[in-house]
């Protein structure tokens, strides 16, 4: 069938009804009038994107560390406290060696009496406290109930605190008395149980000689604690042994994970914790908060000595040599920004191979706002002899690794004394190495006694926001120091 021509307007009256094509600024003002759009500033919402619901995921994406990896703590016997000073003995000898066991026919044999001793370990108070603001109570939370969550949150802040210190804690870094930590297996493992890998990765042998000389301490060694870049580093040296897997692997699947090791001494059970980590570099910021942080330093010297007891033989190979040092306040609130840095005198092969140290002194400013109560060295690795003093102050923070922490004997306007008085470093601890913690996992070898495990305390209502505390009181206790060691100095792979 034959229909006349149609003029432009009829087209047009004909779009308008939905049907046909339309003008551009028609189709430009459709779009706009249909279209979500991805505004996501309020005031910037207009049209379709003003009705545009929002979508947030139901459940909390966590992107930090979570309960699993906990290592050390939930693998420790606890036992209860009954007092804030804990007492045990110790049986250290069933008799004196030294004495003949044999005697002549009829003849009485020699008196032998068993060694005991008393140790004494004071209970330490550990604590986070959350706040909830009462209106935040009320409105509708996107995941869950915001007490309980908060209460989550400071538990699991609080068992990294317990995690990290069980190792690292040190009862010694206090101006008098004795510090608010517990003391960890970093203090308690007597300084000769340790075997110095010199900045060498972990290897198979390591854990070995390590085991053997526990058990040289009648010690059964069933658990090191490490952290993941050693155990990692471990793995990689069995690589190039091309073990072959029978039978063959599903999938495709290659690689291997080691979890335990079998020693002369007895089975040993690698657990790879991720709190264990390199020491500290010196800080960027103020670590803490800043006015309870101590007072910075203002300076310190590293002049080079003869000693008996040098090390830095290890770190430089024979070869000259210089270091950076620089030296951070701190207290059990936090640490200050670092002092200058400073540049030593040329650690020659003969000097490192004689045994030289390099002693240091502190000075602070003319007036402590916060004093210190201990100090945290910081050095970093052999440098070139012929580096400036301008290059060395010029150096990143991260290039300065902790290598002492001091305790604190004077706080004066004059300057910052340690308690042991002319400061000895000797290389024993190598900057941005690790340590490895061996030894027997027994509750007649160690123990955490809690006088209040992990707990809930509700504070006074005196504002409109609701307050309360995790707490937790205990300490860990090494009845047989010797049955434990550390391997110092770990280095990695390929560096």
């Not at 966590?62 to 804990?86: G, I, M, Q």
């Not at 409105?139 to 309980?148: E, Q, R």
Request: aromatic share 10%.
């Amino acid at each position: 069938m034959f229909y006349p021509p149609v003029g432009m307007a009829a087209y047009e009256g004909l779009a308008l009804q939905g049907f046909g094509t339309s003008s551009r600024d028609q189709i430009q003002s459709l779009h706009k009038a249909l279209s979500a759009g991805y505004a996501t500033d309020p005031s910037q919402m207009t049209g379709g994107n003003a009705l545009r619901v929002e979508s947030l995921e139901e459940s909390l994406k966590v992107t930090t560390y979570t309960d699993r990896h906990l290592k050390f703590w939930p693998k420790l016997f606890k036992s209860p406290a009954y007092s804030t000073v804990e007492e045990y003995n110790q049986l250290l000898a069933y008799g004196d060696d030294g004495f003949g066991p044999f005697t002549r026919e009829g003849e009485l044999p020699l008196s032998n009496d068993s060694n005991y001793q008393r140790q004494t370990q004071l209970i330490k108070f550990m604590g986070t406290t959350r706040e909830i603001t009462h209106p935040a109570t009320l409105v509708h939370p996107a995941h869950g109930d915001l007490i309980a969550l908060e209460n989550q949150n400071g538990i699991l802040w609080l068992l990294r605190q317990v995690e990290k210190f069980l190792f690292l804690g040190n009862s010694n870094l206090a101006f008098s008395g004795e510090a608010e930590q517990w003391d960890g297996l970093e203090t308690l493992i007597p300084a000769d149980m340790r075997i110095d890998l010199e900045g060498s990765p972990l290897q198979e042998a390591d854990f070995e000689e390590a085991t053997n000389l526990l058990a040289e301490n009648y010690a059964y060694a069933t658990d090191c604690f490490l952290g993941f870049r050693p155990m990692s580093d471990l793995n990689k040296t069995l690589y190039p042994r091309h073990r072959i897997q029978l039978p063959a692997p599903a999938d495709g699947r290659i690689g291997m994970a080691v979890n335990s090791m079998a020693t002369q001494a007895g089975l040993l059970e690698f657990n790879p914790d991720v709190f264990i980590t390199r020491p500290a570099t010196a800080p960027n910021t103020i670590r803490g908060p800043a006015q309870l942080v101590p007072t910075a330093p203002a300076s310190m010297t590293a002049a080079l000595t003869a000693a008996t007891a040098g090390e830095f033989d290890k770190s430089q190979g024979g070869d000259d040599a210089r270091y950076g040092y620089k030296c951070a306040f701190a207290n059990r609130f936090g640490e200050s920004l670092p002092s200058p840095a400073i540049r030593t005198d040329i650690m020659t092969g003969q000097n490192a191979d004689d045994g030289y140290m390099f002693n240091m002194t502190f000075t602070n400013a003319a007036a402590l706002t916060v004093p210190p109560d201990y100090i945290n060295v910081y050095r970093t690795v052999a440098l070139n002899p012929n580096v400036t003093a301008g290059q060395v102050a010029a150096l990143p923070n991260e290039a300065f690794g902790l290598v002492m922490q001091l305790p604190v004997a004077t706080q004066g306007a004059g300057g910052v004394t340690p308690t042991v008085g002319v400061v000895s470093e000797v290389n024993r601890q190598m900057p941005f190495t690790e340590t490895a913690y061996v030894g027997e996992l027994s509750p007649q070898v160690i123990t955490f006694r809690q006088l209040a495990p992990m707990m809930k305390l509700d504070l006074a209502v005196l504002a409109p926001a609701l307050r309360w505390m995790i707490l937790m009181y205990g300490a860990l206790l090494l009845f047989a120091p010797r049955k434990w060691m550390r391997v110092t100095n770990i280095g990695r792979l390929g560096t």
